[in-house]
C-alpha cells in the first residue's frame, strides 16, 4: 500500500529535489489521511487516548503567536487533497497548511491537529497503562489520558470535542527541517484508539510521507523567500 502511495505521487511530480532549508519562515502543507484496508497490528488501547496539547496553539485562534498564519491553501499539496477527498481507499482527513518562523530545536512551537469525524469523549483521569510489546518506549506516551465516549459514559463533566486523529505536529529548523508529531487514531465509535510518534528529518520543497497502519501524512515544506529591499540615495 504504502508503494502504491508512493507511485501516485511520483505519478503526478511531487517528489522533487531536495533543497537547504535557510529561509526565515516557511509554508506548511499537511494531508492526513487515513487507511481503509489496514488496522492489524495496530497498538489499539481501550477509550480514546487524549496526547498533551495544552502547550500547543489552535491555528482556528484568534490569536496566534508571531509569525504563525492559518492559511488556505499551498502550492504543493492542494491538488492531491482534492484528489484524495474522493478516493475509497485513502479518504482525506484534513488538509491543514500555515506559516511560521524557522523556530530552532529548543524552541518549537507545538500545532494542534484535530482532523476527521469529531467525537464526543469525557476525560476520565485514568492514566493508560501500555504493552511493552506493543509500543516499545512507552517514555513518547508519559501524560496521555483516557477518555470514553460520552453516550457511555457514567459521568459526562470534562466533555471534550476531539477528532478522530488528534494530537500535535511540531516543525523546527537546525541544519534540516525536523517535523515532531504526537498523534492518536479513534475509532469511530471511539471504543479504542492507537498513538503514534515520530520524528522525521525533512528537507524544504519535497514531499515526505509519514505511514503507520493506520493513517498517513503527507507534508510539504516550502521556504519563503522575502523580497530584497533596496535603499534610493540621491548624489
Known sequence: MIRQLSIALLAIGLLGQAATANAKDYLIEVIALRHTAWGDG?????????PKVEDAIDLDAPLLPDGFERLGTGPALADLAVTLS????????????????????DAGIAVQLNAGQVLSVSDTGETPVFAEAALGDNTASEGLRVARSTAGALLTQNVEQVGQLHGTLTVTLGRYLHLDTSLVFSEDTAERSAHFTAHRRMRSRRIHYIDNPL?????????????????????
Open 42 to 50: 495496530a497498538p489499539w488501547h481501550a477509550g480514546v487516548l487524549l
Open 86 to 105: 474522493d478516493s475509497s481507499q485513502h479518504p482525506l482527513l484534513s488538509y491543514t497548511v500555515w506559516r511560521q518562523p524557522g523556530l530552532p530545536r
Open 215 to 235: 493513517f498517513g501524512l503527507i507534508v510539504h515544506m516550502t521556504p519563503i523567500e522575502e523580497p530584497e529591499t533596496t535603499v534610493e540615495t540621491n548624489g
